[in-house]
Nanobody, 123 residues
Framework: SVQLVESGGGSVQAGGSLRLSCAVSGDTYYPYCMGWFRQAPGKEREGVASIDDYSITSYADSVKGRFTISQDKDKNTLQLQMTSLLPDDTAMYYC?????????????????WGQGTQVTVSS
């Protein structure tokens, strides 16, 4: 198995930026594909961005042009650069890993999850 630990969350004003990181440890020899998800209070967990085994990225429509997912395989880290943040971006953000469903933004396809990092965007 792998362990995922998110960091970089915080509180920012609308229009600001944050960079989230996810450290991956454990059985990292096996290739995994990664994604970022978020969950606001009372809402379902939703996919934000994913990166597949060919480094092809995909994004939820709500964050396209504002968020960028990247991966440093040598350092076993995953990042989410968030710019032009909106109050609707407020949520707990999770990184996740899957062995089979690379490129998916369906939370049900992911096997391993971090504990999350809170992002709060004020008006």
């Amino acid at each position: 198995s792998v362990q995922l630990v998110e960091s970089g969350g915080g509180s920012v004003q609308a229009g600001g930026s944050l960079r989230l990181s996810c450290a991956v440890s454990g059985d990292t020899y096996y290739p995994y594909c990664m994604g970022w998800f978020r969950q606001a209070p009372g809402k379902e967990r939703e996919g934000v961005a994913s990166i597949d085994d060919y480094s092809i990225t995909s994004y939820a429509d709500s964050v396209k042009g504002r968020f960028t997912i990247s991966q440093d395989k040598d350092k076993n880290t995953l990042q989410l650069q968030m710019t032009s943040l909106l109050p609707d971006d407020t949520a707990m953000y999770y990184c996740a890993a899957t062995r089979y469903w690379c490129g998916s933004v369906d939370p049900g396809r992911y096997n391993y999850w971090g504990q999350g990092t809170q992002v709060t965007v004020s008006s």
